[in-house]
């Protein structure tokens, strides 16, 4: 006789930081699995809206997609969610607003689906909105600079 396991959520850990418009808040960490190119078209974007002391962290991304997705896209219901994909895709560690998550939880619940399912719909269609798409020459630039700095979450410095 075989016991089913409940599946261990995906947010595991919860940690203080710097939530939407710069306030304080809690932020619960998220794991996602996504394509090389949608986490890389996400670190290029923070790349290039960070300039001096104005630093956009993928958190801050991540925050910004999920509340789009919710309050324009989602608001009464959402039939058309993306399926994670389960190859060609690693799992990233997303460190999201608390709240937000909470939201994303409760539209799930809502609409029938996992929460990661809300979560990768709403990066895919934000970053198609509005973000750039990373080419294989950005993303090996990126790597490079994300290895030599080894910062992660935060933005990229362009001098690396």
């Not at 923070?46 to 997609?65: A, C, F, M, N, P």
């Amino acid at each position: 006789m075989s016991k089913r396991l409940k599946k261990k959520s995906g947010s595991t850990t919860r940690r203080s930081g710097r939530v939407g418009g710069g306030r304080s808040g809690e932020r619960t960490v998220q794991l996602l699995k996504m394509p090389d190119a949608l986490y890389w078209s996400i670190v290029l974007w923070s790349s290039k809206r960070s300039s001096g002391e104005q630093k956009v962290t993928l958190g801050d991304i991540y925050d910004e997609g999920l509340t789009w997705f919710l309050d324009r896209e989602a608001r009464e219901g959402y039939e058309a969610y993306r399926a994670v994909p389960l190859r060609d895709a690693k799992i990233r560690s997303l460190w999201i607003d608390s709240r937000l998550l909470a939201r994303a939880g409760a539209c799930a619940d809502r609409d029938g689906v996992p929460r990661n399912r809300v979560l990768f719909t709403a990066l895919i269609l934000f970053l198609k909105e509005f973000g750039p798409v990373a080419t294989e020459d950005d993303i090996v630039r990126l790597r490079k600079m994300k290895t030599a700095g080894n910062n992660r979450g935060r933005p990229l410095s362009r001098t690396s």
